[in-house]
């Protein structure tokens, strides 16, 4: 436990008595006179003075101003300056498929796969710059999402079933085609001496036996974490395995650089993008000319590395590097923030910007559990809310070490159950923080990370076993552990199980109400639309490629002029992820499944009423794979005269579709689903007609 934690709960302790006396009265204050304390300028009192300082919790207005590190005259450090040109580029690189071209064969890479997914295939925006999936996979999976009848965004990435056999004789989880055999970040290693060793980082390591940074499928044993924040803590991962120094037992920053730095360099080797993504960039004008722009210093010491001209061999290896890759990469990371929340507006005078429920949970936020209230703001301080209370705003190497991580009682990530047969160790857990710096202290604690955003989150922790904010907030409620192991490792924090003190009953004791209000909170009023949607009036930024990003003929001509496509990042593939499912999910193209799927016009169609004529025709997969995403109904060779007025749209060559949302995004096989197709036209019973059945979404 840090330093500054145990003189908290000292100080918590020796108030104890008072306030167990006082209970009611404390609770009576915290709560029962609410109305009276939660006007808008009184709760912004009573926060200003939990902080110490309203201004705390504020964002900087301008990316320039968000925490980089600087020189020790206070100006921006030039090699890790936030910059604009550094920043579009980051963006650009983040979302490029095209980087994923890292494939070792002899470790069970497939070579179909290279270049098919990238950093926002596990941090999209519509997800809270998380996956939005329980199982987060990148190269070797497919998929991005599918859109329900209401227009719900549903995340849906999983392995790959059109490439391969699976790759164990029984898949490990159910529906898997291709399968795992080592989360991403697991190495196992051989001692010179023939001894089998297993961990990230070894001093003599020898042979490598296997890895999950090289094989088929590019998962990892952990929930995905959001990157919103990033620039506010110096320990990224969950574990803080990022700016952790290179002499830590679990260290791997060979630069000594920032967290920021150091978290896209450890990701770019995890994700099958190091050292084989530089000659792939290094092809396409565009980038060439955005890397002179964000590195005008290396630009000028390459002379002969221009847009212009094909580049002669190793003339752009000065300019465009893993280095400069990590560097644009950091930059992105850095400006990933929300300024646009209610929560925002009412810090900013907004007396309007919350409701009276959130104004509740806002004071339930920030007032001590020992008072009544929640405490969160204890561990969810800052302007991006992932930060202690009196932990500085500037993260600044080698001046203050983050310290906000806890054992909260939790269980592995299910992933983690490749972990076991792979290292021969049936007792292996993720310890968290311990892996890292090597200290028991640390078992099994993990990172506290932002609140912001959450609404899009869907799974919640390292473990991804809870998926709704409500049932986070009713978990730290009851403080009860989940997990005997992680609970019984003698480093689980008192502020889950005991916040009220170590002599009340568990949990923070919030009835029914006040769980509605804290969740109100947390989901509504730190939620910003403008990070998933572009809105050109909001100072947020959209997480995911922007109209002004793409739009290279309307705002970056030069861009346009090299080669960049409008609407594609600037590979040409698709955003994200260019797999076929994906591409499918993003309407980019469709997959003709007329002969996978039986079809049958029912007898006795209804009649509706006007003229109106009605089949409905029963489709069944009658296939061995599943029909996913949405399912377009094409009606073709309609008679003269006769028109599907019913139809959601007309393809490109003019036949209408009618567009049928399938349950759960996908029809398996042996099911079927009715479709009802009304037209008009000349009397008859039905007119004649083909149909045929695609798959994708968009329009065709």
């Known amino acids: 436990m840090s330093r500054r ?10 108030r104890r008595r008072g306030a167990m006396v006082a209970g009611g009265l404390a609770l009576a204050f915290a709560w029962g006179t609410a109305s009276a304390n939660d006007s808008p300028v009184a709760l912004r009192s009573f926060i200003d003075t939990q902080v110490g300082g309203i201004e705390k919790l504020m964002v900087p207005a301008q990316d320039r101003d968000l925490p980089q590190p600087r020189l020790a005259d206070g100006t921006p450090d030039p090699f890790f300056e936030t910059t604009e040109a550094k920043r579009y580029l980051g963006k650009q690189l983040f979302h490029d498929p095209v980087r994923t071209a890292r494939v070792r064969e002899a470790f069970g890479g497939i070579r179909e796969v290279a270049q098919t997914a990238s950093c926002g295939s596990c941090h999209q925006g519509e997800s809270a710059s998380k996956s939005g999936t329980l199982f987060n996979f990148a190269v070797g999976g497919e998929g991005r999402h599918y859109t329900d009848e209401d227009g719900n965004f549903v995340p849906r990435r999983r392995a790959r079933t059109d490439i391969l056999p699976p790759l164990r004789s029984t898949p490990l989880f159910a529906g898997d085609a291709l399968v795992d055999e080592l989360p991403t970040l697991t190495d196992i290693y051989e001692f010179a001496v023939g001894s089998p060793a297993r961990g990230r980082k070894l001093p ?6 296997a890895t999950g940074r090289l ?5 990892v044993g952990r929930n995905a974490p959001g990157v919103i924040g990033a620039a506010f803590n110096n320990r990224l991962l969950m574990g803080g395995f990022a700016g952790e120094p290179d002499s830590s037992p679990g260290g791997l920053n060979p630069f000594n650089h920032p967290a920021q730095e150091n978290v896209a360099l450890l990701l770019l080797d995890a994700h099958r993008m190091l050292e084989d993504q530089s000659a792939e960039l290094q092809k396409i004008p565009a980038f060439i000319k955005l890397f002179q722009d964000a590195f005008p210093q290396e630009a000028a010491a390459s002379p002969d590395c221009s847009p212009y001209m094909p580049p002669a061999p190793g003339s752009c290896d000065g300019l465009i590097n893993d280095i400069t890759v990590f560097r644009a990469t950091a930059t992105f990371l850095r400006t990933t923030v929300t300024r646009d929340t209610a929560w925002d507006r009412f810090l900013a005078g907004d007396d309007g910007a919350l409701t009276p429920t959130q104004r509740r949970g806002a004071r339930l936020f920030f007032t001590e559990a020992r008072n009544g209230g929640a405490g969160c703001y204890g561990c969810h301080s800052g302007p991006m809310l992932n930060k202690q209370v009196d932990d500085p705003d500037v993260a600044g190497v080698g001046r203050f070490v983050d310290e906000n991580f806890y054992n909260l009682g939790l269980s592995d990530h299910p992933l983690q159950a490749l972990n076991r047969p792979g290292r021969n160790d049936p007792e292996f857990r993720d310890d968290g923080r311990r892996e890292v710096t090597g200290e028991d202290s640390d078992a099994f604690k993990f ?24 049932e986070v907030v009713r978990y730290f409620n009851e403080g009860v552990p989940q997990d005997a192991v992680a609970a019984g490792a003698g480093t689980l924090s008192e502020r889950f199980t005991h916040p009220r003190g170590e002599d009340s009953p568990p949990g923070l004791g919030l009835d029914t109400v006040q769980v509605d209000a804290l969740t109100d909170f947390i989901e509504n009023a730190l939620y910003d639309t403008a990070f998933v949607h572009h809105d050109p009036a909001s100072p947020t930024q959209m997480f995911q490629l922007s109209p002004p990003d793409v739009q290279y003929s309307v705002f970056r001509p030069e861009l346009a002029a090299l080669g960049a496509i ?3 990042p600037l590979s040409g593939r698709a955003e994200d992820n260019d797999d076929p499912l994906s591409r499918r999910d993003m309407g980019l193209e469709f997959l003709d499944v007329t002969a996978q799927a039986a079809i049958t016009r029912m007898p006795d169609a209804p009649k509706a009423a006007g003229g109106v004529t009605a ?3 029963r489709i069944r997969n009658a296939g061995t794979s599943i029909i996913d995403t949405h399912l377009l109904v094409v009606a073709r060779d309609l008679p003269a005269g006769t028109r599907m007025i019913n139809a959601s749209g007309t393809t490109s060559d003019g036949a209408p579709y009618l567009r049928v949302f399938l349950p759960a995004g996908q029809l398996a096989p042996g099911q079927s689903t009715d479709v009802r197709l009304e037209f008009t036209g000349p009397p ?6 083909r149909l ?9």
């Open 692 to 700: 045929t059945l695609l798959s994708g979404q968009g329009e065709p």
């Open 204 to 209: 003599d390591p020898g042979r490598l036996l």
């Open 684 to 689: 008859q019973r039905a007119p004649a007609y």
């Open 615 to 617: 089949d409905v025709v």
């Open 447 to 470: 990172r506290v990370l932002t609140l912001r955003q959450l609404k899009d989150a869907r799974f919640f922790f390292h473990n991804g076993l809870f998926s709704s904010v409500r």
């Open 5 to 14: 934690s145990k003189h908290r709960i000292s100080g918590a302790r020796s």
């Open 215 to 219: 094989d088929a499928l590019d998962s």
């Open 566 to 568: 409008d609407g594609f």
